[in-house]
């Protein structure tokens, strides 16, 4: 969408009629930078240290009764000239229990969605990161055609894909399958195709990947949660985890991540630990503190596994409308 456009779709989104037959929804996320050590060893802070960020969303939807839901995701940033579309995506039912998914969509691929108030913490996790640093689209978002269907107990998605990386004459091909054996307890294996970057300029991309995630509700201690995203990569990245627990107990919230990512080439990991605390200010707006350290030995690697050496410190504030 043209930037000058935006605002006319903002407000026809919100003209008497069209309210009616369209949902608007989205959400404000306002990031303070506490504290930020460019790097190991180094306290000098960066250029973001004591700043405030902000950024939002606008997500426009319609489900007629008798028809295809429609939706479109447009990205905003404070400061600057960015305006993206996240998602531009049909939904169709085609028959019970089967739907037919088409356009621009967040990648099905990965426990951590693609939006801030769905993240683990402030920062979005190491194999989130990867995958998004694996698709060439704005975000961890993909372009093509779905079929997600209902499979005995399990959900299965299979997806056609334009190649992550974009490149010419090259698909990509998804498959997610997604099943709650017992209460409390969510599985997900999910494997995507791209074409072999090894002789591209893009020197981070992952050829390929399988990931398992796994979340599940302690039984006999209410808010106490623990997960598991596990990724398998192709080329450059051999192996990346993601250990979380998190409980909650009325309107506050603790979590502790561990992550690291293991190397195709060797050498040793990289890692990083992420605590954080949250409190539910209202219905609608919640407010996180997040102190992360990382542990990086393959410096180049940062660019696919979202990992650095610095220390950091935020205070966010998430509202949702």
């Known amino acids: 969408m043209k930037k000058k456009l935006l605002p006319l779709a903002i407000a026809a989104a919100m003209a008497p009629g069209f309210a009616t037959a369209a949902d608007v929804s989205g959400f404000v996320d306002i990031i ?24 939002g969303e606008v997500d426009v939807s319609a489900s007629p009764a008798d028809g295809v ?134 020197a981070t ?26 990724l398998v990569g192709g080329a450059v990245v051999d192996s990346a985890y993601e250990f979380m627990i998190n409980y909650s107990m009325g309107d506050f919230g603790a979590g502790v991540r561990l992550e690291a990512v293991s190397w195709e080439a060797g050498g040793d990991d990289s890692e990083r630990t992420t605590i954080h605390g949250s409190y539910q200010v209202a219905s609608n707006l919640v407010a996180i503190l997040e102190i992360a350290d990382g542990d990086d030995a393959n410096v180049a690697g940062n660019a696919a596994a979202g990992i650095e050496t610095d220390s950091l410190t935020t205070l966010e504030l998430i509202a949702t409308f």
Request: aromatic share 8%.
């Open 32 to 55: 303070y930078t506490i504290a930020d050590d460019q790097a190991s060893g180094v306290t000098t802070p960066s250029q973001t240290e004591g700043k405030f960020t902000a950024e």
């Open 205 to 230: 991309a992952v050829e390929g990947v399988t990931d398992f995630n796994a979340s599940y509700m302690i039984p006999g201690v209410d808010g106490l949660s623990v997960g598991l995203d596990y």
């Open 69 to 202: 839901t429609v939706r479109m995701d447009v990205d905003l940033v404070a400061g600057s000239n960015d305006v993206e579309l996240e998602q531009a995506f049909f939904a169709w039912g085609a028959t019970e229990g089967v739907t037919v998914l088409g356009g621009v969509f967040n990648n099905p691929i990965g426990m951590e969605s693609e939006d801030a108030p769905e993240w683990w913490g402030t920062n979005s996790g190491v194999i989130r990161n990867l995958l998004d640093g694996q698709t060439a689209l704005h975000g961890n978002n993909v372009a093509g055609l779905a079929v997600a269907g209902d499979v005995g107990p399990a959900t299965v998605t299979a997806a056609l894909l334009n190649d992550l990386a974009n490149s010419d004459e090259e698909n990509s091909f998804a498959l997610v399958v997604n099943a709650s054996p017992v209460d409390g307890l969510d599985l997900e294996l999910g494997f995507v195709t791209s074409a072999d970057q090894a002789d591209s300029a893009n």
